[in-house]
């Protein structure tokens, strides 16, 4: 299958990172795209247009402020839009849907209903809900009297009308999928399975689900249905599914699959297109165009882009300012949410700061507490981690780069164990530099005239231009004591050619360096190995070893446990570490209790006939950060040990997969050391 060549158009993004867009389609001329606006709580949605040419932002419209918007459904004409929003009144959710006319953004009915999923008749004269009590409703758009309704017993995943404005097709969560004639309140099962991803053709006749494998299990079974004779076609997905449509002939499936934008040939059942690109992902939206020679895709934070098929397109990516001479491309950095300077690594701060103001109870993130105490993950064998108030934490080997590249960019200070009171292997890096990252309110203090609260702005505080390699943000987020942290693109450049690891730059960051970004990183690499040789001495004492040598004779069993460990070996098609086979036989698949001081974090150690390889993706979009990793320990809470086979070692370094954000990040350099973490020694 020929390669299809295809061009990229980024629209322009809305400025403020509260709002994001959930969901874009174009408009039945082919010419505009129309997006719904997510925000935050109190704060008004918003309804924007955007040319598909250029990307230029054709029209944003402040919606009505009704404390926070959920989601939207275009009808099968495109002419119109429904926008369910909700907001709290006396611990009662109070919700309402608006019908917006695509083509003017006037609003054209209000329905007093709390929204789960809806669909529109054909000829848009009926819209069918689905609302948080499981009832299935179908009402005149025009007045919002009702027309029909039914109870169900499960969470419904999809309501569509067939070819004529009777039938309703209602997809279960669990169950069969439904036939509804609201009419003469007739009803059959037509699917033995609703599934979890579906899509409708224009037409209604063509049915495409997506069905799970089962637990523990990747990929998907997809069912393409007619559903006039409800004859259905099977095959397999193997990548991850957020949101997925038809094209108009039916002939394409498009699925945004989280972190890459995958065209399905439904003739050939095979991939037609499969896009992916650093600093590209988060795709959760995809959407044909009504000729079906374009796809609007949502990805990067809600950002719209277009995916032009058509002969002779053209890229058109947003011009953004260029560093003049003496300053620097900059990108911001992030890191893990727990911190180790944190009370449970999310909460305040383990070193409070003062206030500074007593009239608007500002913080002084200046200040330095002495002595500087850390938390929990200490251990944690990586090179830099983000700390309270927009600076680092940082070993030796990142603290020698700093010095060598940015002399006089941070000052740096001891720190110490919380419970033990005794030294760390790391230094509190203050940044010296701050530079004002985002747009302050209009209201201030009216003692020091600071402001109250500052707006994020997605172009400034992702992509700064600044003078200085490292700097911290002058402004604040969150609970007052968090600051952004920025790179110059080169430090960043340079710190992954030494391979040290902690942080990674932020999804929407998607600059390159550019030729005297990669010179400058020639140079300071050379001159950091030149000071890495002027300070080795001798290795450092190996504590770890001895420690598990004695720890396996307090705890080892009388009688050793047999496992087959050459067939666990031949199955996974690794040699596994000799620690971790000295570990199984002589203690078995032991459980450890309050893992890093966590209480009721529990580990268990898989014997080795459960192990399994897996594909993992750590923290960051660039796909050098994905690597095979056996599945070595599992928790009670879906959080996940295993060992990282990028480098060819049986003594593979651990990694631990936080389920929650779904990263995996550094543990210990080995299986022995994170035993002697896992027991708390």
Known sequence: MTKPEFAIVECEPLRKQHHWCSFAEFLPDN??????????????????????????????????????????????????????????????TIGKTFIVDTATLEFRATLPHLVQQAAFSRDGQL???????????????????????????SYLECVAFRDNAEELLILQGTGPLLSWNFRTNKKANCMKSSG?????????????????????????????TDTANWKSEKFDFPGDV??????????????????????WDLVGNCAWLKWKKPHYGDIRHASFSPDGQRIACIMNHGQVHIFDFRTGAREQMIERPKPKAGELECLKMVGPDDEMDRVDGYLEALNPLPVACPTCKRVDLDFVPS???????????????????????????????????????????????????????WSLAVLQHTETTS???????????????????????????????????????GDGDRRDLYFSVRLETLVKKLRLRGMVRYVDCKQTPTPEDVKWVEEKFRLIQQASDKFAGKPAKDTVTGWFEDYLKRVAKKKPVTHDFEAAEKKLGIKLPESYRRFVAAVGTKTFKDVDGEEEFNAHILPPKKLRVESCLERGDDEEN?????????????DAFYFDLTRNSPDYEVRKHDHEVDSFEPYAKNFAEAIKRLAGD
């Open 371 to 425: 002595p500087y105490v850390l938390g929990k993950k200490i251990e944690s064998p990586v090179d830099f981690a983000p700390a309270v108030a927009g600076n680092l934490l940082v070993r030796e080997s990142m603290k020698r780069v700093l010095d060598v590249v940015a002399p006089g960019s941070c000052k740096f200070y001891p720190t110490i164990h919380r419970k033990t009171k005794q030294p760390t292997p």
């Open 31 to 92: 010419k505009k795209v129309i997006g719904f606006v997510n925000c935050q709580v109190d704060q008004p949605f918003l309804i924007a247009l955007w040319d598909a040419e250029s990307g230029r932002k054709l029209k944003v419209v402040d919606a009505i402020p009704y404390s926070a918007s959920s989601d939207a459904w275009i009808s099968p004409d495109r002419g119109l839009l429904a926008i369910t929003t909700y907001t709290m009144e006396k611990d009662r």
């Open 626 to 638: 994905e690597f095979k990793g056996v599945l070595f320990a599992v928790t009670d809470h879906g």
């Open 439 to 477: 747009e302050p309110s209009a209201k201030k203090c009216s003692k020091c005239r600071e402001p109250l609260e500052w707006s994020d702005v997605m172009e400034a505080t992702s992509n700064p231009i600044s003078k200085h390699e490292i700097f911290k943000a002058r402004n604040w987020w």
């Open 242 to 263: 957020r949101h997925c449509s038809l094209s108009p002939d039916k002939s394409k499936l498009a699925i945004a699959a989280d972190k890459e934008l995958v065209v």
């Open 127 to 153: 819209i069918a809900i689905v609302d948080d009590q499981k009832n299935v409703r179908v009402l005149k758009v025009k007045g919002g009297s009702e027309v029909a309704s039914l109870k169900t017993e």
């Open 196 to 224: 979890c991803h579906v899509a409708l053709s224009s037409d209604g006749k063509t049915l495409v689900t997506f069905f799970g494998k089962g637990l523990g299990k990747k990929g998907w079974t997809v069912e393409k």
